[in-house]
């Protein structure tokens, strides 16, 4: 901030009080009539400026006496047509605006009532699914049209999109599984279960996908569980090779695998089964029939969660 030569510098603000007591802009802007006003010194440092002498009480006004100081009469109280102010009241912690939302929780099996005669229907259920399948599975297409043609409200959770979030020294997992692409990786997986939570928290379905490996850990089911709960549901989408490599071929850019990479996480996909995790073979179907089968399959799962 520029000031006036000759000036003064503004003395330093005092902690959690702004600009010190004291000081005025004004007298460092300097009108016409102020420019040759001599500055009062500053007080050296160390040296509080000393406080003025009280001044003697004012006497009573006689009756040839000059006015003195007037001393301002107290505000009336409030009557009855002029209700007092209420303070302000602070919103409550842990809200957007006035709508408070409850805070995620890990997500808890889904409970179905003892006697109830039928299955429930997952159309209508809040749930929790993990899509689990290879590159050229249909994971997202079939997550994004489940998502989009509930009768609740459901979000769609792409474990691939959220890693492409990074994007100056994105770890790309195709140029080697390294210790920063598996960083990225875990980082993407804690981010999409903190999201899923909040938003079951808040009365709105999940599904996620992501290529899950049976037989490696870091990329396994338990960091899903634990990031988001107990009651997540895993599903399988597994088709034949040949319409892996046949969609994967219709894929551009990072999302396209070369024919071994794909062949090679098929191959590793296989040891699904017999895991006890319910697997749906879309080879021979479209993408609505595929979301119909993963409503049977998650009514069942809802009946009897899997053991995983």
């Known amino acids: 901030m520029q000031h006036a030569v000759g000036s003064p510098l503004p003395p330093p603000p005092q902690p959690g009080h702004g600009p010190a007591v004291g000081w005025s802009p004004a007298a460092h802007h300097p009108g016409p009539h102020q420019g040759s006003a001599p500055v009062p010194p500053r007080p050296a440092p160390g040296h509080p400026p000393q406080a003025p002498h009280p001044a003697a009480p004012p006497q009573t006004q006689g009756p040839h006496q000059a006015p003195g100081p007037q001393r301002a009469a107290p505000a009336p109280a409030p009557g009855p047509g002029h209700p007092r102010q209420a303070a302000p009241v602070p919103p409550a912690p842990d809200t957007t605006g006035h709508v408070a939302l409850p805070p995620g929780a890990p997500v808890a099996m889904p409970s179905v009532p003892p006697a109830a005669a039928t299955a429930p229907d997952p159309a209508t259920t809040t749930l929790a699914v993990l899509l689990i399948g290879p590159a050229g599975a249909g994971k997202t297409s079939v997550a994004k049209y489940w998502a989009d043609h509930r009768r609740v409200p459901t979000a769609h959770i792409s474990l691939d999109d959220v890693r492409e ?144």
């Open 165 to 308: 979030w990074v994007r100056s020294g994105f770890a790309d997992p195709q140029t080697g599984w390294n210790e920063n692409s598996e960083a990225q990786y875990r980082l993407a997986r804690r981010t999409c279960g903190f999201s899923a939570r909040n938003f079951l928290a808040n009365g709105i379905s999940c599904i996620l996908d992501d290529a899950v490996f049976p037989d490696r850990p870091v990329v396994g089911l338990g960091g899903w569980k634990r990031h988001v709960g107990p009651g997540l549901l895993p599903v399988v989408l597994l088709p034949g090779l040949d319409i892996v490599l046949e969609r994967n071929a219709q894929r551009s850019g990072n999302r396209r695998l070369t024919d071994e990479e794909v062949a090679r996480i098929h191959g590793r996909m296989a040891g699904w089964y017999g895991s006890g995790l319910p697997i749906i073979d879309n080879s021979q179907l479209d993408v609505p029939e595929t979301a119909r089968v993963l409503d049977e399959v998650l009514s069942r799962s809802i009946a009897s969660p899997p053991t995983w």
